[in-house]
């Protein structure tokens, strides 16, 4: 059994997957995945991350796909998901909240924000 939260990161971009991950690890079980396919595989096979962070832009299956089979889950609908894009545009933006995201951060962001959104929604979901 985990005795700390886990968080799964799914980003395409090594280096910034890697900057998260390193960043993160101080603090949560990282897990990573470069795009939505290999994470919904990770996913199935029984894996239950406690958040995830989700890039939209992705090959094979990306962050609004992944979103939406997430959602659309009886079992992992209620995983709470911060979004990590450089899509400024205010349409994908409402469609992520629309789907259920519980934030979202434009790319560039400063790691500690990331910490600090992570923080605060998992101190929400387990009190």
């Known amino acids: 059994m985990r005795k700390t939260k886990q968080i799964l990161i799914i980003e395409d ?45 992705m090959p094979r299956l990306n962050g609004l796909e992944f979103l939406v089979n997430l959602k659309s889950s009886g079992i992992f609908r209620d995983i709470p998901v911060i979004i990590v894009s450089g899509d400024e545009d205010r349409s994908i933006i409402n469609q992520c909240y629309n789907l259920g995201v519980t934030n979202y951060l434009l790319k560039p962001f400063d790691p500690r924000t990331l910490y600090e959104k992570i923080e605060s929604i998992l101190n929400i979901t387990t009190v």
């Not at 890697?18 to 470069?34: C, S």
């Not at 795009?35 to 958040?51: C, E, K, R, T, Y």
């Open 13 to 57: 971009h090594n280096g910034l997957r890697m900057m998260e991950g390193l960043f993160l690890q101080k603090y949560y079980d990282v897990i990573t995945h470069k795009d939505g396919l290999d994470a919904v595989i990770w996913m199935s096979n029984g894996n239950f991350p406690d958040l995830i962070v989700l890039d939209l832009m």
